[in-house]
């Protein structure tokens, strides 16, 4: 399974035996580059970054490190080795061999499917393409470009799916996700979530640890599937997920752990004192959580949908851990609690589970989501401060399903819009939560240095000390 | 990850849960299954795991690299794991091997295990990927679940026999069973029978002290160094449950064997490579195995080979007889004794330093690899008198550190 580095586009797909397919990707190629150059991390071409590359995919060669400029990455097509006994778990082609090809009756369904999750690729790259102005260290702005570099790989993932497996309307679609734009009014990603703005660091760390992680159960889910390709090349996705998640879960960390500190060496809990010392006040920090985690559960689409019932049922996108799960798979005459309003109160109602596989997978995403919660809490109890961070109720701040519309505070107190008026510059990060955190932007080149609103990282990139030299400007 | 003489301790690998975020990429990677979670915590459990380093690399934060030195009898179980926020304290001390020529090196003075655990983790002091050009080493290719029978062909004595070190050298045929190894690589055995508490035995670990193509060459068989331990590392008598039950073996038992093991301390496949090697007691087997390796290959082979090898006395050298007999041109040998009567204590890195001028000159060379394989305790020791031969030759140890580890020329085996 190793990788063909000799080729222009590393695979290990045997696309050279491919001539039509390989010169299908070699005409995509170089509008990615184009992609690359207009939307990729902004004035950041030139500098040598320390960065990993996939040169297999067994464990001993998918993160090998080295100097690299971001444009000479090599983006290529990695897909987890296959399991020749490898079935359709789940569904009701339950037994049956996994399928190498699309089966005909499902295409239309699994290309919305790769398209919908190729499009949230280069939206993250977009959205994050001026945090490298304003990065708080070496370190960080080393990480900030790996994730860059890894969703740009992700594009790529499922650009050969739908080159390989779609015809001309695959390529169509491939040309297509390179002209959306995130947060462009007339062409925009698909997803709300990555039509929103990563205006500063809080934000991208933020958006790593919910949002990305958002992309590892979507991921997790399509492993799963019946149609062997798409199974095997997210389940190589995931493996470089983890760091995205790792970025985000660590960088909140590092900022509550240099709050906390603050607020010991200074005995104060006041987020003015704090602002003047330079730091984020817990409050503010809370505030930019509910908005991140209530945007990200959003994206696991309506309570009860048709859609992921079809996808279920035709063995397309199974539930997270599939597998491992105890029940008959096929989940027919099964019930799912979903939350709703009735009566003027929150309210659960059961409905057939397979209408409801987007909450069951929202749900298995919270428990995930709540885990790195509490291990930031241990940050805060370790420095003996009483606050704590909280997940905010299911149903706050919420543009999607039967909840939008209506009113709730992060506590799950249904409320009017009077309420909501009076309360949410508690809840959301205000204009000036935002002007404040973008006022503590500044660019940190020097090695060995940190920002003064965050803390140094516990152990270096590849076990590399914290003085390495993550970048050279060049 | 190798423990060529298997005592009742282990280093038993854990994840810590504070730098741990829970992505599963451990779980996935793991050919042995040994790694599971909870809805808190990712733990190892020490029984499957084989030390195969294949989760190390792909984790993303370093949480992955975590080792302890603990009694055997008291590995951290899952269930204890899995409640963990933190990773627990070292144990109480462990002490040094009364019985090997090893200066406790100060760095670890007093520092008990706290020193010897620190030294596993992230901060290795070795090279965490193989030199370039060795073989590609098969590993877990039995496990626990199905491990596989090897037959006992050989056992003899390979110290003097009237001293207290009583060292075994044991030949284990596989028959027509596959086991392609390398030298460097290790194995598990499986001792029979159960512990106090009525569980099996966990596997211990011996480095291989025969070449590739079989301790006899062109047969399927290998060959183990193993001391017998009659006394834990205080000093109390105790039964190695597994190096005695290999010690008492006759030719035609049969052995339940796991492995192979490692994938990192392997020698390059160049004839050009130096081998500078570094070892106590039974920490000889691996460089036994490669110096074999390379006399095999010597009509094609033009690298040098220098071994310094610390033992208490010449009579409890193993293979004493064997290593003299070699031609003085083909490896430089250099034995550090420090138990000789009349005679002050050597230690190995006494001798390094004495020919310093030969060390700097091979470690001058990008051809040359260095392996260290015994006692824990002398890792720092080797390392500072690296640090002191590179200085006094005007070079900078600390890049030459650096190049050695991130070209995987530079190996510990220690335990």
Request: proline letters at 6%; charged letters at 25%; one cysteine or more.
């Amino acid at each position: 399974m190793s990788i063909d580095y000799a080729q222009k586009i590393p695979n290990n797909v045997n696309l050279s035996e491919d001539r039509a397919l390989q010169r299908a990707l070699e005409h995509w190629q170089p509008n990615y580059i184009e992609w690359w150059r207009e939307m990729g991390p902004d004035g950041s071409q030139d500098f040598d970054v320390y960065l990993r590359t996939a040169v297999s995919v067994d464990p001993s060669g998918w993160a090998h490190f080295d100097y690299l400029k971001m444009p000479d990455y090599r983006w290529g097509i990695f897909l987890a080795a296959p399991d020749p006994a490898r079935q359709v778990n789940f569904g009701e082609h339950k037994g049956e061999a996994a399928w190498q090809d699309v089966p005909g009756e499902h295409r239309a369904n699994l290309r919305r499917i790769i398209v919908t999750q190729g499009d949230t690729e280069p939206a993250s790259v977009e959205q994050q393409r001026h945090l490298g102005l304003t990065a708080p260290s070496q370190y960080d702005l080393r990480n900030l470009f790996q994730v860059n570099v890894e969703e740009g790989r992700h594009l790529w993932a499922m650009v050969y799916l739908l080159h390989r497996y779609f015809g001309r309307d695959g390529r169509e679609e491939a040309e297509a996700l390179l002209q959306r734009r995130s947060g462009d009014t007339d062409h925009p990603r698909i997803l709300g979530a990555f039509n929103e703005r990563t205006p500063d660091w809080l934000a991208f760390f933020m958006f790593t640890y919910f949002t990305d992680r958002d992309g590892k159960f979507q991921l997790c889910a399509l492993a799963e599937s019946g149609f062997d390709p798409l199974a095997r090349t997210t389940k190589f996705m995931l493996t470089e997920e983890a760091h995205h998640m790792f970025v985000g879960e660590s960088g909140v960390a590092r900022v509550i752990q240099r709050t906390c500190e603050a607020m010991r060496e200074h005995k104060s809990e006041d987020p003015a004192t704090l602002r003047a010392l330079g730091v984020i006040d817990l409050p503010t920090i809370q505030r930019y959580l509910n908005f991140h985690y209530s945007v990200t559960i959003d994206l696991f689409g309506a309570d009860q949908s048709s859609n992921a019932a079809i996808f279920y049922g035709a063995g397309l996108k199974g539930r997270f851990e599939e597998t491992k799960r105890a029940d008959d798979h096929v989940l027919k005459g099964m019930t799912y609690p979903i939350l709703e309003v009735a009566g003027g109160k929150l309210t659960e109602r059961a409905v057939p589970m397979l209408n409801a596989l987007n909450e069951v997978l929202r749900d298995d995403y919270i428990k995930d989501s709540m885990g790195g919660v509490a291990r930031w809490n241990k940050v805060i109890e370790k420095h003996g401060v009483a606050f704590r961070l909280q997940v905010p109720h299911k149903a706050f701040n919420r543009r999607i399903g039967t909840l939008a519309g209506h009113h709730v505070t992060p506590d799950g107190q249904l409320v009017d819009e009077a309420t909501w008026q009076a309360g949410v510059r508690q809840w959301l990060p205000t204009d000036e939560d935002r002007a404040y955190v973008a006022s503590l932007m500044g660019r940190v080149t020097e090695r060995a240095r940190y920002a003064n609103w965050i803390s140094p990282p516990v152990v270096g990139i590849n076990r590399q000390p914290l003085d390495f030299e993550y970048i050279r400007f060049n | 990850m190798d423990a060529s003489v298997t005592t009742a301790v282990v280093k038993q690998h854990l994840i810590d849960p504070e730098i741990c975020i829970r992505c599963n990429t451990c779980e996935e990677t793991c050919p042995v299954h040994a790694i599971t979670h909870d809805s808190r915590n990712y733990v190892v459990r020490a029984d499957v795991c084989g030390s195969c380093l294949a989760c190390i690399a792909p984790c993303p934060t370093g949480a992955i690299d975590n080792w302890r030195v603990v009694a055997a009898a008291q590995t951290y179980p899952i269930e204890e794991q899995l409640l963990w926020d933190v990773l627990p304290p070292a144990p109480a001390s462990i002490t040094e091997d009364p019985g090997v020529a090893v200066a406790p090196p100060a760095a670890n003075a007093g520092g008990g295990l706290a020193a010897v655990a620190q030294a596993f983790s992230d901060s290795a002091p070795g090279a965490t990927i193989p030199p370039a050009g060795a073989a590609h080493p098969q590993v877990n290719l039995y496990t626990h679940r199905e491990p596989v029978t090897a037959t006992v062909v050989g056992n003899i004595r390979v110290t003097d026999g009237d001293v207290e070190s009583d060292t075994h050298h044991i030949v284990l045929d596989f028959g027509a069973k596959p086991f392609p190894v390398l030298e460097g690589q290790s194995i598990g055995v499986l001792p029979p029978g159960v512990d106090a508490a009525g569980r099996t035995h966990v596997a211990r670990q011996y480095s291989l002290s025969s070449p590739r193509d079989g301790e006899r060459r062109g047969y399927n068989n290998i060959a183990l160094t193993v001391k017998r331990v009659t006394a834990d590392h205080a000093g109390a008598p105790v039964r190695g449950v597994c190096s005695n039950y290999l010690c008492d073996l006759a030719k035609g038992d049969i052995v339940q064997v796991i492995g192979p093991f490692g994938n990192t301390f392997l020698m390059p496949d160049h004839p050009r490579a130096n081998l500078l090697m570094i070892c106590t007691g039974t920490g000889s087997a691996p460089m036994r195995a490669m110096t074999e390796r390379r006399r095999r290959l010597r009509a094609d082979a033009d690298g040098k080979l220098m071994l310094f090898f610390g033992a208490r006395t010449a009579r409890e050298l193993p293979y004493f007889g064997p290593l003299m007999n070699l031609p003085r041109d083909f490896i430089d040998i250099n034995l550090a004794f420090s138990r000789t009567p009349d005679t002050p204590k050597r230690y190995v890195q006494d001798l390094m330093r004495e020919r310093g001028d030969d060390v700097a000159a091979l470690l001058e060379s990008p051809d040359t690899h260095v392996y260290v394989c015994g006692l824990k305790s002398m890792e720092q020791g080797v390392l500072d008198a690296l640090r002191a031969v590179c200085e006094q030759h005007g070079a900078d140890w600390n890049a030459r550190w650096r190049e050695l580890k991130s070209e995987g020329r530079l190996h510990f085996e220690t335990y």
